[in-house]
């Protein structure tokens, strides 16, 4: 199935959703995605990749990321969770 065929269906929303939470995170500490990747031990690539939805992160990821946002790995669920809520109201 081809990526807009995805998007069409709601599928791969909890990535975008993800990606859009991991850059608002990130833009609000002032990092850029290098410092982000350095902090988590990621490559700038891979944030990059994250933030534009097209790979999503494995749990160890997700708590890396979180410490290196200094932000409780919670949080940054609970943040993705709600930006799904929004967007599947949206598309009602």
Do not use: C, W
Not at 16 to 34: A, K, N, P, T
Not at 48 to 64: D, H, I, N, Y
């Amino acid at each position: 199935m081809r990526k807009s065929e995805k998007e069409a269906k709601g599928e791969g929303s909890l990535e975008i959703s993800f990606g859009q939470v991991l850059q608002q995170l990130r833009q609000e500490h002032g990092l850029s995605q290098e410092e982000l990747g350095f902090r988590s031990g990621y490559h700038r690539t891979y944030i990059s990749l994250l933030e534009r939805g097209l790979k999503s992160p494995s749990l160890r990821t997700l708590f890396q990321l979180a410490r290196a946002l200094e932000v409780d790995a919670s949080q940054l669920i609970s943040s993705v969770e709600y930006n799904v809520r929004i967007s599947l109201r949206h598309h009602k």
